[in-house]
């Protein structure tokens, strides 16, 4: 026999599904249009993408895979991206400038191999930042109120700098630099939530 707690809410568990049935029956124009009524209102963290060179961790040290899809860490967008921008330069080039992102390939280093792989998975770090103000929301298929703290997300794939750098040195550097303490300890007014950053490993 359930629990009273749940037996409770049967006929209010019963009238959500009878709108997530009514969901199923619309067509697909008519969920396109209450989706795009859903979505956030504010600006996204619009990136300019660049081509560059990165040395995985996990490789030999001559080895250099293209990746076409890395953040211009030069090209803030909006003033929400100010810190975004100062992380992503410290990810990307390492506070000693070996750098982990290579706008091209180097040309004083020989026995270099260059690879087009553009499906390898490099370590990546995402910076999650809150950019507004917890706002009252209403589901789209029940019409059941919540909140939410809008965010956004900008992520870089990055490799070792120096020939002997580990992910574990690359991730304690990335850590220990002012931009990375000022990004996460910066709490938008309004809310009570700080940024995030993720840092991912190879292959993962």
């Given at each position: 026999?359930?629990?009273?707690?749940?037996?409770?809410?049967?006929?209010?568990?019963?009238?959500?599904?009878?709108?997530?049935?009514?969901?199923?029956?619309?067509?697909?124009?008519?969920?396109?249009?209450?989706?795009?009524?859903?979505?956030?209102?504010?600006?996204?963290?619009?990136?300019?993408?660049?081509?560059?060179?990165?040395?995985?961790?996990?490789?030999?040290?001559?080895?250099?895979?293209?990746?076409?899809?890395?953040?211009?860490?030069?090209?803030?967008?909006?003033?929400?991206?100010?810190?975004?921008?100062?992380?992503?330069?410290?990810?990307?080039?390492?506070?000693?400038?070996?750098?982990?992102?290579?706008?091209?390939?180097?040309?004083?280093?020989?026995?270099?191999?260059?690879?087009?792989?553009?499906?390898?998975?490099?370590?990546?770090?995402?910076?999650?930042?809150?950019?507004?103000?917890?706002?009252?929301?209403?589901?789209?298929?029940?019409?059941?109120?919540?909140?939410?703290?809008?965010?956004?997300?900008?992520?870089?794939?990055?490799g070792r700098g120096k020939a002997s750098e580990t992910f574990a040195q690359a991730v304690a550097?990335?850590?220990?630099?002012?931009?990375?303490?000022?990004?996460?300890?910066?709490?938008?007014?309004?809310?009570?939530?700080?940024?995030?950053?993720?840092?991912?490993?190879?292959?993962?």
């Amino acid at each position: 026999m359930g629990r009273y707690s749940d037996m409770s809410r049967g006929a209010e568990l019963a009238a959500d599904w009878e709108k997530v049935l009514a969901w199923q029956k619309k067509t697909r124009a008519e969920k396109q249009t209450l989706y795009k009524a859903n979505k956030k209102t504010q600006p996204r963290m619009l990136v300019k993408r660049v081509q560059g060179y990165i040395r995985p961790f996990n490789t030999a040290s001559g080895l250099l895979i293209i990746q076409k899809s890395i953040p211009d860490n030069t090209q803030p967008v909006t003033a929400v991206q100010a810190n975004v921008t100062e992380l992503l330069a410290i990810v990307q080039g390492g506070t000693d400038g070996a750098g982990r992102v290579l706008e091209s390939a180097p040309t004083s280093e020989t026995g270099l191999i260059t690879l087009n792989n553009t499906k390898y998975n490099f370590a990546k770090l995402c910076c999650v930042s809150v950019i507004g103000q917890v706002l009252e929301k209403e589901g789209r298929i029940t019409n059941n109120k919540y909140k939410k703290i809008i965010t956004d997300t900008v992520s870089t794939p990055f490799g070792r700098g120096k020939a002997s750098e580990t992910f574990a040195q690359a991730v304690a550097q990335i850590q220990g630099s002012a931009a990375y303490t000022t990004f996460i300890n910066k709490v938008i007014t309004g809310t009570t939530a700080s940024n995030k950053v993720l840092i991912v490993p190879e292959n993962e």
